[in-house]
């Protein structure tokens, strides 16, 4: 066991983050509920100490929650990655009102990731951002977009690119019915996956076309350890 904040505090400090206001359905933006966030980071580092002094990445960040309850626990560094400038524009502001001063965030599109994994090439296509960051990172957490039938297989996707920032571990939640395609993924990437618990995550409607308040999904918590 790791020294670690105890879970009532680092729930009480993800559900005062400010969330979207305006979510964009094509990039899938449903807020990582404080309740599932906080246990996601708490296992990381009370189980495998995998967050405290470590530089730690944040895919997909969004409005900041799990980039900021890395730094809560004590993170060397943090640095978030996000397509979205509105969701950015919200995290910087969650970073300034929670105190932290160890994360930052990079605007960047993971589909610009190329496929081949050398960073030679990730150098000569111009995509400065990922050759930069190749291989920097102890950790990466992220809730990936599940993947819609506009958007099918955007998870395993963000999966790729967590295993190219990250050098020893990745964090991830995915459908519990993708269980065997996202393990088998993984073993194609050079990872191992295992299932740290499976999840009920609470989908609020936040759509127009969302006809009930709410939807249970149940999702896997992954930690993949890059071989």
Known sequence: MWPCLKLRRLEE??????????????????????????????????????????????????????????AVLDAAVVVGFEVDADALDVFRENVEDQGVSNVDAVQCDVNRMPDRSSAVALFYVGCTVWFRFHKQFDTVVMNPPFGTKHNEGIDMKFLQVALRLSNNVVYSLHKTSTRSHVLKVAESLCAKGEVLAELRYDLPSTFKFHKKKSVDIQVDFFRFQIL
Not at 54 to 65: P, Q
């Open 13 to 70: 400090r993800l559900q005062s983050i400010s969330t979207f206001e305006r979510p964009k359905v094509a990039l899938e933006q449903y807020v990582t509920p404080p309740h599932l966030g906080c246990h996601v980071l708490h296992t990381m580092q009370s189980q495998y100490g995998d967050v405290a002094g470590k530089a730690v990445a944040d895919l997909g960040c969004g409005c900041g929650a799990l980039s900021i309850g890395a």
